[in-house]
Structures are given as structure tokens and as C-alpha cells.
């Protein structure tokens, strides 16, 4: 499932791969729903979810980092939990 | 029953086999067939309950109606000098609880077997309410057979099990049994999801302490995604079993078979041997069982291609929809929790598309 895949990369230290795939997941979202396939009970909760977990996943550049002489912890962590 | 025999001297009692807070099963040797059976002989503290004698002779009977290579054959039942006892087809090797953690590859030829031998007992009109690895016998040669059809029935409608012998297997037990709910097939089929589970990744679905805790974990709880703790098994086995441990019945594999066909196609093991074996349905079988083979790989190329789409359109096309004739569904759906981190919401959000997929 494309949010397990999101959370792993997050769990991984990957905040940039994950916050792709999570754009991913928002596109697949859209179209799953446009294409009518998602129950309008569900549509709501679903895109909204999905739209808050992109915008929360920051993915910090590693020029940005480079640039500023962090050679170290070029992608900032996240956390982990429930 | 004397300590060498029962029934009459018709069962020669070899030596002990297992013992359980409900019965004493024995290999002994069938005098008038020649040939070994098992049998099980209700325990004392059952047997002086005339109720449960009762249900454990009734469902025994039902359970001997079964025939199938995946089912432990029922051959007959009785009762002597007060004990109830049921003979059974002697199964040699071991069950799944001895054999630990296994390999994707190991688990999944064994899980379709169980699938076969329960889509069986379904069609037959029998749930069997407490598949756990105890209870999948194992063959040297591989061949899986479910014991015990029939006996948490009558356990279940004596309301034994309610604070006893049921915590020993309550790891397996599915939401609206732990709920006392009514049961269905789609037990059997969340309680096999959750076998599979721990044998893939040596731990059950939910850590528990009680039967009130596992419910409010069943409830509000999460599993843990299959990868997490043991990302050597495939995405798509992860995505069969999760979808079995599914919290609501109606949102798990429609059948055993169903069960057996995503496992199938998700391990891409050869389906044909497999499926002949759990081709057990009757007649009104779903659509894609008279798919020939290469149909139903293309539907299944299809369905990858499309990754999430299809992934959604297939977990979540539950009623409602402007598409579907299915009646709207009177459920309250809350939103995923939004979770502490995007890590947790992202699982949360996978939860909730579990929890409401079908």
C-alpha cells in the first residue's frame, strides 16, 4: 500500500523520497476519485488525509544543506509512532 | 474406557498424543479396520457436563461430513462409560505451532492448503471458530489438514470458552469473536490472516494481555504492517493477509477461495495446483474462477499497473457510490487519525483504508 511505502521512507530518514511518493499517493488519490470509483462517504476523509500528509513531509534540499556546510543529516528526520 | 481401550476393545490405545484443557487425544489402533486413528476423548471435567457431552457428539457429527485432503477426516464418535470420544484420521508430523517463524516461501503453499480446507467446510455450512497453528497439522510431505471442525463450536455454545480455555488461542480470534458477536466464514478467514501473520513474522497480529484488552485493540488498535517486521516478505502477500485481518467481516476476502486466489497471485507460486486443490465452491462460484489462467494474469498485471488506483478502487468500492448498486452503507466513518508525526499519519491512513476495504 502506497502509505505504508510513505511511512517506511519517513522511518527510513528518507523525508524526500517519502514526500514523492506521497505525492504519488495524492495523485492517485485525485484520480481514483475523479474516475468515480470512491465512494462519496469516503472522499472527504481520504483526500483531505492525504492532502495533510503531503503538506506535512518536508523535504530539505541537499544543495540547501550543502550550501549552508551541513555535510551531515542532509534529510531531516522524522519521527516514528503512533 | 479402560486405560488400554474404549469403545468396546473396537480402539487399542497406543500412547498419548496431546493434551489440552478439553480433550486427551490418543494414537490407537482401529481393531476392526487395522489401520491407526486418533481419537479424542473429552475430559473428565467436560464430560460430567451433560450439555456440552451433548454439543460435542451433535457438532462431531457434523464435522464428520467433511471430506476433503485438507480436513482431518472425523471417522467416528461416541461415547464410553461417560466419556464422549471422537475418532479421527491419524495425522503424523507436526502442527504449525511447532514450527515457528517461517519463510514467505514455506507459508504460503500451507496457507492455500488451509484455505482449500476451509472454503470446503464453508460450503459444507461449518465455520470452524478457532483456526490457530495448533490446529494445522502438518504432513512430512507437506500436506496441511485442519483438525478440530466442529469443537469450539460446541465449546462456543456451551459458553465454556468465555474466560477459560478460549485466552490460550485469543491471539487468533477475530474481532467480532472477541466481541461475542455472530461468526461467519469471514472468522475462519481473519483468524487463518492471523496465523499467516505470525508465522511470517514470528509475532501475532496484536500483543495482548487480556480479552478486554485484545477487543479495544481490535477496536482501536493498529496492526503492524506486515514489512515492518519482516520486510523480506512481498508487497503483495502483505496486502492478501492484511486484507484478511481486516476489522469488519464484510471488508475481508469475500471466501476462503477469494483468500486463497490473492495469496496465490500475490506469491506468484503456480496458482493451477493450488487453486484445483481449493476449487471447492459451488456452482455460483465468483466470476474470475472461470477466468482461464492467462486471463487472470492479465487482470493481475492490470491491477499492478495501475499501483494505488487499484489498490484503492478494489479496497474501498464499497456501497454508496453513484456506480454501485449496493444499498449505502448506515456506517459512521471517521477520519484517520491525523497521528504525531507524518510517519504515524501515514500509517494511520493506511489502517483506515485497511479497515475499510473489502
Same mark, same amino acid.
Given at each position: 500500500?502506497?502509505?505504508?511505502?510513505?511511512?517506511?521512507?519517513?522511518?527510513?530518514?528518507?523525508?524526500?523520497?517519502?514526500?514523492?511518493?506521497?505525492?504519488?499517493?495524492?495523485?492517485?488519490?485525485?484520480?481514483?476519485?475523479?474516475?468515480?470509483?470512491?465512494?462519496?462517504?469516503?472522499?472527504?476523509?481520504?483526500?483531505?488525509?492525504?492532502?495533510?500528509?503531503?503538506?506535512?513531509?518536508?523535504?530539505?534540499?541537499?544543495?540547501?544543506?550543502?550550501?549552508?556546510?551541513?555535510?551531515?543529516?542532509?534529510?531531516?528526520?522524522?519521527?516514528?509512532?503512533? | 474406557?479402560?486405560?488400554?481401550?474404549?469403545?468396546?476393545?473396537?480402539?487399542?490405545? &497406543?500412547?498419548?498424543?496431546?493434551?489440552?484443557?478439553?480433550?486427551?487425544?490418543?494414537?490407537?489402533?482401529?481393531?476392526? $479396520?487395522?489401520?491407526?486413528?486418533? %481419537?479424542?476423548?473429552?475430559?473428565?471435567? $467436560?464430560?460430567?457436563?451433560?450439555?456440552?457431552?451433548?454439543?460435542?457428539?451433535?457438532?462431531?457429527?457434523?464435522?464428520?461430513?467433511?471430506?476433503?485432503?485438507?480436513?482431518?477426516?472425523?471417522?467416528?464418535?461416541?461415547?464410553?462409560?461417560?466419556?464422549?470420544?471422537?475418532?479421527?484420521?491419524?495425522?503424523?508430523?507436526?502442527?504449525?505451532?511447532?514450527?515457528?517463524?517461517?519463510?514467505?516461501? &514455506?507459508?504460503?503453499?500451507?496457507?492455500?492448503?488451509?484455505?482449500?480446507?476451509?472454503?470446503?467446510?464453508?460450503?459444507?455450512?461449518?465455520?470452524?471458530?478457532?483456526?490457530?497453528?495448533?490446529? $494445522?497439522?502438518?504432513?512430512?510431505?507437506?500436506?496441511?489438514?485442519?483438525?478440530?471442525?466442529?469443537?469450539?463450536?460446541?465449546?462456543?455454545?456451551?459458553?465454556?470458552?468465555?474466560?477459560?480455555?478460549?485466552?490460550?488461542?485469543?491471539?487468533?480470534?477475530?474481532?467480532?469473536?472477541?466481541?461475542?458477536?455472530?461468526?461467519?466464514?469471514?472468522?475462519?478467514?481473519?483468524?487463518?490472516?492471523?496465523?499467516?501473520?505470525?508465522?511470517?513474522?514470528?509475532?501475532?497480529?496484536?500483543?495482548?494481555?487480556?480479552?478486554?484488552?485484545?477487543?479495544?485493540?481490535?477496536?482501536?488498535?493498529?496492526?503492524?504492517?506486515?514489512?515492518?517486521?519482516?520486510?523480506? %516478505?512481498?508487497?503483495?502477500? &502483505?496486502?492478501?493477509?492484511?486484507?484478511?485481518?481486516?476489522?469488519?467481516?464484510?471488508?475481508?476476502?469475500?471466501?476462503?477461495?477469494?483468500?486463497?486466489?490473492?495469496?496465490?497471485?500475490?506469491?506468484?507460486?503456480?496458482?493451477?495446483?493450488?487453486?484445483?486443490?481449493?476449487?471447492?465452491?459451488?456452482?455460483?462460484?465468483?466470476?474470475?474462477?472461470?477466468?482461464?489462467?492467462?486471463?487472470?494474469?492479465?487482470?493481475?498485471?492490470?491491477?499492478?499497473?495501475?499501483?494505488?488506483?487499484?489498490?484503492?478502487?478494489?479496497?474501498?468500492?464499497?456501497?454508496?457510490?453513484?456506480?454501485?448498486?449496493?444499498?449505502?452503507?448506515?456506517?459512521?466513518?471517521?477520519?484517520?487519525?491525523?497521528?504525531?508525526?507524518?510517519?504515524?499519519?501515514?500509517?494511520?491512513?493506511?489502517?483506515?483504508?485497511?479497515?475499510?476495504?473489502?
Amino acid at each position: 500500500m502506497r502509505s505504508d511505502e510513505v511511512a517506511r521512507a519517513l522511518t527510513a530518514g528518507d523525508p524526500c523520497g517519502a514526500g514523492s511518493l506521497a505525492q504519488q499517493l495524492q495523485r492517485e488519490t485525485i484520480a481514483a476519485i475523479n474516475a468515480g470509483r470512491i465512494p462519496a462517504a469516503f472522499q472527504e476523509q481520504l483526500g483531505s488525509t492525504v492532502a495533510d500528509l503531503v503538506s506535512r513531509i518536508q523535504c530539505v534540499p541537499v544543495e540547501k544543506e550543502h550550501d549552508r556546510g551541513k555535510h551531515k543529516n542532509k534529510h531531516k528526520k522524522d519521527g516514528e509512532g503512533d | 474406557m479402560t486405560e488400554t481401550s474404549l469403545a468396546a476393545g473396537r480402539y487399542r490405545v &497406543e500412547r498419548t498424543l496431546g493434551q489440552g484443557g478439553m480433550a486427551v487425544v490418543y494414537l490407537a489402533h482401529d481393531e476392526e $479396520l487395522h489401520r491407526l486413528v486418533a %481419537v479424542k476423548v473429552l475430559a473428565e471435567h $467436560l464430560a460430567g457436563d451433560a450439555n456440552f457431552r451433548a454439543r460435542f457428539l451433535q457438532e462431531s457429527k457434523l464435522a464428520s461430513r467433511l471430506s476433503h485432503p485438507n480436513v482431518v477426516q472425523v471417522y467416528d464418535a461416541g461415547e464410553t462409560e461417560g466419556s464422549p470420544f471422537i475418532v479421527m484420521e491419524y495425522v503424523g508430523g507436526d502442527t504449525l505451532a511447532q514450527r515457528g517463524k517461517l519463510t514467505h516461501a &514455506e507459508v504460503l503453499p500451507l496457507a492455500l492448503q488451509a484455505c482449500a480446507g476451509l472454503q470446503h467446510a464453508h460450503n459444507a455450512g461449518l465455520v470452524h471458530r478457532d483456526v490457530k497453528p495448533a490446529n $494445522l497439522l502438518v504432513r512430512e510431505d507437506d500436506v496441511l489438514k485442519i483438525a478440530d471442525f466442529g469443537i469450539a463450536r460446541a465449546a462456543e455454545l456451551t459458553r465454556l470458552t468465555q474466560h477459560g480455555t478460549v485466552l490460550g488461542t485469543a491471539a487468533y480470534l477475530s474481532p467480532e469473536q472477541a466481541a461475542g458477536e455472530e461468526v461467519s466464514g469471514a472468522t475462519d478467514i481473519y483468524s487463518l490472516g492471523a496465523v499467516v501473520y505470525e508465522l511470517l513474522t514470528g509475532q501475532p497480529p496484536y500483543e495482548f494481555e487480556s480479552l478486554a484488552d485484545l477487543g479495544a485493540q481490535q477496536t482501536d488498535g493498529v496492526i503492524t504492517p506486515l514489512r515492518d517486521v519482516e520486510p523480506s %516478505v512481498p508487497k503483495s502477500v &502483505e496486502a492478501a493477509v492484511m486484507h484478511a485481518l481486516a476489522r469488519d467481516p464484510r471488508f475481508r476476502p469475500a471466501s476462503a477461495s477469494d483468500f486463497a486466489y490473492e495469496l496465490a497471485s500475490a506469491s506468484e507460486l503456480p496458482t493451477k495446483p493450488s487453486l484445483a486443490t481449493a476449487s471447492t465452491e459451488p456452482p455460483h462460484a465468483r466470476t474470475y474462477r472461470s477466468l482461464s489462467g492467462s486471463r487472470a494474469w492479465l487482470w493481475i498485471v492490470g491491477a499492478a499497473a495501475v499501483a494505488l488506483v487499484a489498490v484503492i478502487l478494489g479496497l474501498l468500492s464499497i456501497g454508496g457510490g453513484s456506480n454501485s448498486a449496493r444499498k449505502p452503507q448506515p456506517l459512521p466513518i471517521r477520519s484517520p487519525a491525523r497521528g504525531a508525526t507524518p510517519a504515524a499519519e501515514a500509517r494511520n491512513l493506511s489502517a483506515w483504508l485497511r479497515a475499510h476495504s473489502k
